[in-house]
């Protein structure tokens, strides 16, 4: 990162450290306990992140003995070999992350840990004690079915409490775990957990959304029987469920007691298996291990998060995203979780903030996307909604536009730390990240996060300039980084994912930039950059001034290259109900993206579409579309079960075949 100071001019603040939150922050105290304890000077979060990836090896020691992780062999060094891929880290430690997480039901026993609300409202909630009763029970019932250290458990639940028991069951045996969302289509479910040859399938009966139950016996059924190393389906069900229908099922009987063991097992241990989006082709398993998990979840969320004993965190994600994972790191830190498996904007598009009333959320964790659907549907959640417990919302999933963030603070809470985060599934944490020691500049992300080496690569290799866009890359190792890739055994498809284009250095494939006040924005992925007249351009950018037409529900802008040399930039623009696509409209997205950005962000073409393909993530497919549009066929460039849309697909699949009709594109297939 460049040395550079605030100019004049800087982007209002759209929130600041107080004194006193700064006396309450982890990272404050952390901040004057690493000062003292390694006789350092650490003046601000600056000098704290300098330190931190110049003396790698002693930051992450820091973090293991000012949290008290619970293993053997973590007394240092932390970093025994350092190298992308394949770095080294406590090579005799070993450790459990249930365990870590476990600690607090004999510490605090009685006090919340998990809070279920319901898609009607209905609140539910454990204590660290029956959180412990109930990982024990199916942790017993894993041992029994012959669950080994290193077998896989797999999930198809939704973001319920018994998720987080069935995972940390898993982990407590040393067994490696993977999840899917039930709203998957079995086959999409079966690509992701066929591969791991998983020995136990755990599942449920159903769950509760937009005010209906979805029955998933049929499904589960379906999925059971396409597992074929499947010896036994633990299933949560309610009295009345029949189980008949599923194969070797067995109702999960939580209230048993067992004691609870834990195996120790190395850093670098499989933990889970995560998925990428599998957009373009079968999903990439990507492998962590429980220690770079328990280490980037105590800085992140610990640090990053501020979160601890006094909070109550709430991601509305469905398990197939990463940000579910994030549960698990909240509860690590010692905070609450709140689980929902519900409609995240319905009955009323605000619907996220309600759960942050019912269960008196501290923080929010949700996707920027949602704040700008919340934005353009005209509540004000902040009048409706009692939000007295919430001091921080984090937005991630795409950029954050810069009316949205004003908008949380006019009409969500004045002293809300809003902040949007940068990371990905790769490192299930984020690289660029809030802090509560430094102000919040609206349209800027913070900065980088601890231990994260993190630079701007310009074109020519260097570092680019302030405001000049480049790639993202990361220089030195971090712990949470793969321990593997599934089915990669000789690391070639890990190498060829971040290492490829500069050996020794993890390209990510976002385009960033710093700014003059030491911030960050995120242009959009490099993979899908826009390249207008050489300049290159962020989709990210167009997608944030469109937040201000609210006739537009959702748009992708595509970059195709044609034959001879030539580049067509088309937008796509779903509607909200009842609006038409006319000349007046295409006007205002046409002069509001000009206005907001440049004369080169302007579309060649405006064009109305019945919905915008996404991820279960909420994500757009703007690469798979562009290979719509330069001749790829639709099974090539598009996996449609990676899609919560898959419908929506078939316009662009003719709209394509027309144009690479016309233009004369071909491909050799």
Known sequence: MSENTAAVGAPEVTWAPTADTLQRSRMERFRAWAETRYSVELPDYRALWRWSITELDTFWQAVVEFFGVIGDGLEGPALVEERMPGAVWYPDATLNLAENVLRFAAERPHELAVCAVSDSGALTEWTWRELETKVAALAARYRELGVAPGDRVVGVLAN???????????????????????????????????PLEPVVLVGATGYEFKGRWFDTREALATVAAQLPTVRTVLVAARDEDDLSSIPNAERIDFEREEPLTFLRVPFAHPLWVLFSSGTTGTPKGIVHGHGGIVLESLKGTGLHFDLDEHDRYFIPANTSWMMWNTLTSALLCGSAVVTYAGAPAHPRADRQFEVVQIAGATMLATGAAYLGLVERSGLRPGDDWDLSTLRRIMATGSPLASSTWRWVHEAVKPSVHLSSDS????????????????????????????????????????????????????????????????????????????????????????????????????????????????????????????????????????GIELPEGGY????????????????????????????????????????????????????RIEVPLKKLFLGYPAEKAVNLGALANAGAVDWFIERAADFVAQKGITREH
Request: aromatic share 6%.
């Open 568 to 619: 067509w930039m088309p937008l796509f623009v779903e509607l909200t109900p009842g609006t038409v696509l006319d000349d007046a409209l295409t006007a205002k997205i046409t002069s509001t993206i000009r206005e907001r950005t440049t004369a080169r962000h302007v579309p060649d073409a405006v064009e109305a579409v019945p919905a915008i393909p996404v991820t279960h993530a909420g994500k």
């Open 160 to 194: 319920v409490p018994e998720a987080l028991a069935a995972f940390l069951a898993a982990a407590s045996i040393g067994a490696t775990w993977s999840v899917c969302s039930p709203d998957f289509s079995p086959q999409a479910i079966v690509d992701r957990l066929g």
């Open 423 to 558: 990371g990905g599934t790769d490192i299930c944490s984020g690289f660029i990240s809030g802090n509560p020691l430094e102000p919040v500049h609206v349209g800027e992300l913070q900065g980088p996060a601890l231990g994260v080496a993190l630079e701007v690569r310009a074109e020519n290799g260097g570092i680019a300039p302030v405001n000049e866009v480049g790639e993202m890359v990361i220089t030195r190792p971090m712990p949470s980084m793969p321990v593997a890739f599934w089915n990669d055994p000789d690391g070639a498809a890990y190498q060829a994912a971040y290492f490829e284009q500069e050996p020794g250095v993890w390209t990510h494939g976002d385009w960033i930039s710093e700014t003059p006040s030491c911030g960050y924005v995120v242009h959009g992925r490099s993979d899908a950059t826009l390249n207008r007249d050489g300049v290159r351009l962020g989709s990210a950018d167009i997608y944030a001034a469109l937040q201000l037409v609210p006739e537009v529900a959702n748009a992708v802008v595509l």
